[in-house]
């Protein structure tokens, strides 16, 4: 299979959807920096901001059936 980090991002949850880790993977190293950010902005508290990351991220992974 290709390189994950050259699909979009429809592909990605095409692919997520048959609960490939890869793809999930890619999922996260592409957001999980740019959501930390977002979170940190609104809390000022880098703890709290990467939990909620981490919490995002186990949800999509346990719902990925569902997107």
Excluded at 46 to 61: G, T, Y
Aim: glycine share 2%; net charge negative.
């Amino acid at each position: 299979m290709a390189a994950y980090n050259s699909y979009s991002d429809d592909d990605l949850l095409h692919v997520l959807r048959k609960a490939d880790e890869k793809a999930f993977t890619e999922i996260y190293n592409r957001y999980w920096e740019k959501l930390l950010a977002i979170g940190y902005f609104h809390l000022r508290d880098k703890q709290a901001a990467e939990d909620i990351v981490h919490e995002v991220m186990m949800s999509l992974w346990s719902r990925k059936t569902e997107l």
